[in-house]
């Protein structure tokens, strides 16, 4: 079965460090890989994809996510942490199984701190 | 544009009632997909239609109907409401059935069940 795991509930940052939030997953097939960030009392919004090529994706607001296929991570990073960046952060992965819907990580908080 | 727009924002419905929820895609998108969020979790995928046609179904009681209008705007109907279905309903847009896409989200609305 396809699935989805973010290791951590909470990530705590001081501004201007880099960040890092973790996800894993198994797929059977090639991963269609996913992040999405989502503010207080707010909808999600997609940040940044991985379907093939480049393993370092670039997306919004200066984030990026490395893919590696061999560890099965696709982890999310950004060079110098902003508070305003302090968020719930969702790794996804498309399920090919299951007419190719979105399968979510239970999410983590990340928490800039100034 | 328009983003994703979903009504009511809020409600608060007690055990057995039926309730119904209402989506409107950007313009021009003929995808729409609802998913359910728990306080703590990920969302979990409920319903895809696409054309006006169920795409994809969710594993959730048939208490969980949804349909799609010619204008591509959507209702999500649960029946017989029980606590545990208190979430925040988050609905989705995109273009096409957005197998590598990214998905367009509403800000959802929180149903509490009393």
């Known amino acids: 079965a396809q699935s989805v795991a973010q290791p951590e509930d909470q990530v705590n940052v001081a501004e201007g460090n880099p960040l890092t939030v973790k996800c894993t997953y198994s797929v059977s097939g090639n991963p269609y890989l996913f992040w999405y960030v989502q503010y207080p009392n707010r909808g999600l919004q997609f940040l940044l994809k991985y379907i093939t090529g480049d393993n370092l994706v670039k997306g919004s607001y200066g984030f990026e996510a490395e893919f590696n296929k061999s560890q099965t991570s696709f982890h999310l990073k950004k060079p110098s942490a902003l508070v305003s960046d302090s968020a719930l952060y969702f790794c996804a992965v498309r399920d090919i199984n299951s007419n190719y819907q979105l399968i979510w990580g239970a999410g983590t908080k990340l928490i800039i701190k100034p | 544009d328009a983003g994703v727009t979903q009504s009511p924002t809020h409600l608060i419905k007690t055990r057995g009632q039926h309730v119904t929820l209402r989506c409107s895609p950007i313009?021009?998108?003929?995808?729409v997909s609802w998913y359910q969020q728990v306080l703590g979790q990920g969302p979990q995928f409920i319903f895809q239609?696409?054309?006006?046609?169920?795409?994809g179904r969710g594993n959730f009681p048939d208490r969980f109907s949804a349909r799609q209008f010619p204008n591509y705007s959507s209702e999500l109907n649960v029946n017989a409401l029980l606590l545990g279905d208190s979430a925040l309903y988050l609905c989705?847009?995109?273009?096409?059935?957005?197998?590598?896409?990214?998905?367009?989200f509403g800000e959802g609305s929180r149903l509490t069940v009393l």
């Open positions: 989705a847009s995109s273009p096409d059935r957005a197998y590598t896409g990214e998905l367009f």
């Open positions: 313009s021009g998108h003929k995808s």
């Open positions: 239609y696409y054309e006006k046609e169920e795409r």
